[in-house]
């Protein structure tokens, strides 16, 4: 007879190797809007109780937990902003007891102080939930090999990752980030199906294999593709799947909120994220006010139960928009659309915004350019300069000189349309151009310093 700790045992793997189900993922929109209620009232019963932050925080905008009486009252609630994690640093926005927490990660630090986010178990049970759920959704689970190519460590790309492919029963390969001769061997001889790193990664691991004679098309087993951490376009999908025949799917997270959180399902519609989990709204950036579905705004996320680092109204200066209608795959919850960039990454030129984002849609959908760029911003007398750095493709020998004017007329002729803003185009060799392992760094702005 199996002992009690067999049973538990048994009833855990069981709940593991299925993440999905119906009764959460598809149930009626209003049933899930109660449920969120009742998650936010208890959180913020907790972090008035247990967060000095918060309570000031709450307390400055004159509200009390008594105040949220239904789901559109968040909306009185305080913002969280990265620099709040900064200031706090390293664990003043921690309300467990020390002995409760299970996990620190920690951001790099690149553009500032290093934010710190504490987990409990139940935090890193939820988050890799989320993952799992989002992996079932574009068809992984058993049987599948996944290489996660994303960096382990305190950055939480691998292993958040790593925790959700394993829930669904899926075989990891650990890979995390270089050593891409390596990678591409590992790829072939593990039969790997799938693959989680950068979008820009994903392409430099494309162009390696071709430089080792390998066809990831029909040399591997290598299908899907889950990628984020970056912006990417759609063209960057066509190519993908043309050049190497992987299905890519995307998939965002900020480390403040827990790394990778949610990805798109098959439709390619944009992302699920799991609203029994966290509550998302998109906001006019400077009114605050919530857009309706479809608008684009800032996105501004509630985690509705994490316990070690609780996070309300976190801005994420992502910009997105969100839709209510159910899902073409029958999924009930809110679904927000591909990023278009951020509030802050936004290059302000002549006066005209212009996003990183757009320069990459626009050049990948050049057939005579590849797919790697630059982009340095500088100021010319009181104007401002924008220049386009575009690899040209691999193994391209221009017969006349000619052909490379008219290639870089083109390009910029397509970029002014798309930008409303002039850019010049440079053209240069096929591998010139740094290639990424983590996050891709595309654009040199050189106007502060001149
Ligand atoms: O990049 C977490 C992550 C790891 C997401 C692995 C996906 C996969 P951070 O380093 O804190 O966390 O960076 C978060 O990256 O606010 C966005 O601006 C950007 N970002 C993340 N995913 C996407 C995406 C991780 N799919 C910041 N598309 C976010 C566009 C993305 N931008």
Known sequence: MKNETDVRIASQRRRQLRPFDARIEEMPLENLEKLQFRYLKKLVYQVYSFSPHYRERMKANGVHPDDITCLSDITKLPFMYKEDLRN???????????????????????TGKPTVVA???????????SVARGLTSIGLGRGDVIQISYGYGLFTGGLGLHYGAERIGATVVPASVGNTEKQIELIQDLEVTAIACTPSYLMHLGEVAQAMGVSIKDDTKLKTAVVGAEPWSEEMRRRLYELYGISAYDIYGTSELSGPLFTECTAMEGFHPWGDIVYCEVLEPESHTQMPDGERGELVVTMLQKEGLPIIRYRTGDISAIHHEQCRCKRTHPRIERLSGRVDDMLIIRGINVFPS?????????????????????????????????????????DKLEDLITIKRHVERELRNSLNVAAGVELVEFGSLPRFEGKAKRVIDLRETV
């Not at 921690?94 to 790099?108: D, N």
């Not at 987990?119 to 939930?129: G, N, V």
């Open 88 to 110: 706090q640093y390293p664990t003043g926005l921690v309300v467990s007891l020390p002995e409760e927490l299970v996990r620190y990660h920690v951001s790099s630090g690149t």
């Open 119 to 129: 987990y409990t178990q139940k935090d890193i049970d939820l988050w890799a939930e």
């Open 358 to 398: 757009q320069i990459e849609h626009t050049l990948l959908g050049l057939s005579e350019v590849g797919d790697n760029f630059m982009i340095e911003v500088s100021r010319q007398g009181v104007l401002d300069a924008l220049m386009v750095k575009v690899e040209l493709p691999q193994g391209f020998s221009p």
